[in-house]
């Protein structure tokens, strides 16, 4: 079993930069990839990033080259640093721990409350 809470969302403007951190309970935390979605309102919960176990990452299309996901197994912390945000970046962010197809929401078990991220213009 594992607990995903997550932190460090808000309201910033264009431009400015972010970083979720999501932190995991659990003694098996080094054995899920871990993944970050993202969902706007009326839209479908979307890949965002993963850090798998084995320690690659891999990144949503229009995120590449903006976000960077770090992780810490010794702290059971993942987390999501997010340059030059856009406003189309708003949405309820997610962290998801799991050990299916890294790039499918149903490729996680675990899923955190979510939180919200607000970028103005």
């Known amino acids: 079993q594992v607990q995903l809470v997550e932190s460090g969302g808000g309201l910033v403007q264009a431009g400015d930069s972010l970083r979720l951190s999501c932190a995991a309970s659990?003694?098996?935390?080094?054995?899920?990839?871990m993944g970050w979605f993202r969902q706007a309102p009326g839209k479908e919960r979307d890949f965002v990033a993963t850090?798998?176990?084995?320690?690659?990452?891999y990144y949503g299309v229009s995120v590449k080259g903006r976000f960077t996901i770090s992780r810490d197994n010794a702290r059971n912390v993942v987390d999501l640093q997010m340059n030059s945000l856009k406003p189309e970046d708003t949405a309820v962010y997610y962290c998801?721990?799991?050990?299916?197809?890294?790039?499918?929401?149903?490729?996680?078990?675990?899923w955190g409350q979510g939180i919200q991220v607000t970028v103005s213009s």
């Open positions: 659990g003694r098996t935390f080094s054995r899920y990839h």
């Open positions: 850090f798998t176990w084995s320690g690659s990452t």
């Open positions: 998801a721990a799991g050990n299916g197809d890294y790039w499918r929401r149903e490729g996680y078990g675990y």
